[in-house]
């Protein structure tokens, strides 16, 4: 079994669409979105359209919990932060918001006695606020090492970071596949046979990408541009 699995989307539909095309010329079982497909970038609606139109199964990131639950769970966004996610919720048809109500904060399989879960990033099960992710403190502070170790799991893979990393052969981070400063997206590939991981880089077009951004001239579009996919408006 061959199961594609990418994460943080981001309203990149250019993004979006070459990796699903390239997942289509490979053998791939399974498609699992790990979660912020909406949020940041132009084109949110449209990414959902692909996510729900290509049968892939999605876990939920936080941006999709910033529309399901309200900005109020975060108390770290900011004004401008808010005003953006009200614009998105505005782009989410009833159709992608009865999907998102039916999509799990995990995914667990078990094959070949290996246990494997799939999360937008690691939940704090001792949170009791609506936002259930540990910090990206965790990361920083070097916490996440202690964490992942008492997780019952042989593998784990995570996105929300935006910056790919392996903690010791258990835990994947393969970036994200949307916020790009280049015109590479990438998506990984778990081979459950021989359980090697790799990774796929593949172009898009950054040009189309460019002129949705511009296009659609959104709540805190030009500090996005220039953080996330290295655009100065």
Not at 37 to 50: Q, V
Not at 54 to 59: A, G, T
Not at 132 to 138: A, R, V, W
Not at 216 to 228: G, S, T, V
Request: hydrophobic residues 35%; charged residues 30%; glycine residues 6%.
């Amino acid at each position: 079994m061959r199961i594609a699995i990418f994460s943080d989307i981001h309203g990149n539909k250019e993004a979006l669409k070459a990796v699903i095309d390239d997942i289509k010329n490979e053998k791939i079982d399974e498609i699992i979105c790990l979660g912020d497909t909406i949020g940041i970038g132009p084109n949110p609606k449209e990414c959902m359209d692909m996510i729900i139109s290509n049968n892939i199964n999605m876990v939920l990131g936080n941006h999709e919990l910033y529309f399901l639950k309200g900005t109020d769970i975060d108390p770290l966004l900011g004004e401008d932060e808010i005003k953006h996610q009200n614009w998105v919720k505005e782009q989410i048809t009833d159709e992608q918001k009865e999907f998102l109500e039916k999509c799990n904060l995990s995914l667990e399989k078990e094959i070949k006695d290996k246990k494997i879960l799939f999360e937008h990033f690691l939940i704090d099960s001792n949170s009791n606020n609506e936002y259930p992710f540990y910090s990206l403190n965790i990361i920083k502070e070097n916490m996440i090492n202690g964490i992942v170790d008492k997780m019952n799991y042989d593998l784990i893979f995570i996105g929300h970071e935006h910056k790919e990393f392996n903690l010791d052969n258990k835990l994947y981070d393969g970036g994200s596949s949307g916020c790009r400063k280049d015109n590479i997206t990438r998506y990984t590939i778990l081979d459950t046979d021989s359980f090697e991981i790799y990774t796929k880089n593949i172009p898009f077009d950054r040009v189309k990408f460019e002129e949705d951004l511009l296009r659609e001239n959104y709540p805190d579009r030009d500090l996005i541009a220039k953080w996330f996919f290295g655009i100065e408006l």
